[in-house]
């Protein structure tokens, strides 16, 4: 088990640019979540994946934002365009059956995006 | 409105005391709970959970947390911290329903030597 890992982790982009952040999840769990964290605050959830199917979306996930899961393994998170308010910590957790009760989150380190 | 809270922004303990930190829930059904605990710049690290049972639940670093069902509360406690654990303590629940986590705004933890 070698835990939750997020790539990169740190981004700086221009306004405007495009960005994407990949998440490996615990090898074994079948549930994968993305959220994000703004400084002095919690983690919010922005969607959920099992297996390979997108299962859950935040009303915080814009157009901009799209996710993918492909295999059912790692993840993507794209942003298009980015804009000034999109700067914050990007998080991933997963959890599952095999490794535990369903809804018992790991997460990784994330990956901090600053937008100037 | 279905909400988690910790009304404790900042919380300054003198090393040796002990702690509890707060969290209160709004939620018509018990949902699932859990406290994590964020050191800078790092991610969140799973202190303890509540699914069903018991209702105290002991978690890793010394740290239990009780669920009152009466007070829709889920405090968590120490009863001696140690300056390591000076960190951003948040409370998460997941409601009946849903799959991803919903987080309080956390509690800023300062040790004093």
């Known amino acids: 088990d070698t835990g939750v890992s997020q790539n990169p982790r740190h981004k700086i982009t221009k306004r405007g640019q495009n960005v994407t952040f990949r998440c490996d999840p615990i090898s074994e769990h079948n549930r994968l979540y993305w959220y994000r964290q703004t400084l002095g605050q919690g983690p919010e959830f922005l969607t959920y994946?099992?297996?390979?199917?997108?299962?859950?979306k935040s009303r915080l996930l814009s157009d901009r934002f799209s996710a993918e899961r492909p295999k059912g393994s790692f993840s993507t998170l794209e942003i298009q365009r980015t804009e000034q308010g999109d700067s914050a910590m990007y998080l991933c957790a997963s959890s599952g059956f095999s490794g535990g009760h369903p809804y018992e989150q790991y997460f990784g380190p994330g990956t901090r995006l600053t937008v100037t | 409105a279905q909400s988690v809270t910790q009304p404790d922004i900042h919380i300054t303990v003198s090393e040796g005391a002990s702690l509890e930190l707060r969290c209160n829930y709004s939620?018509?059904?018990?949902?699932?709970l859990f406290w994590y605990v964020q050191s800078p710049g790092q991610g969140l690290q799973l202190l303890l959970k509540?699914?069903?049972?018991?209702?105290l639940v002991q978690g890793i670093k010394g740290f239990e947390a009780e669920f009152k069902r009466s007070q829709s509360s889920f405090n968590l406690r120490k009863p001696s911290v140690h300056w390591s654990d000076a960190a951003e303590y948040f409370c998460a629940v997941v409601p009946g329903g849903a799959d991803g986590l919903t987080f309080g705004k956390g509690t800023h933890l300062i040790i004093q030597p």
């Open positions: 509540y699914f069903s049972g018991d209702t």
């Open positions: 939620y018509g059904a018990t949902p699932y």
């Open positions: 994946f099992q297996n390979e199917a997108q299962l859950e």
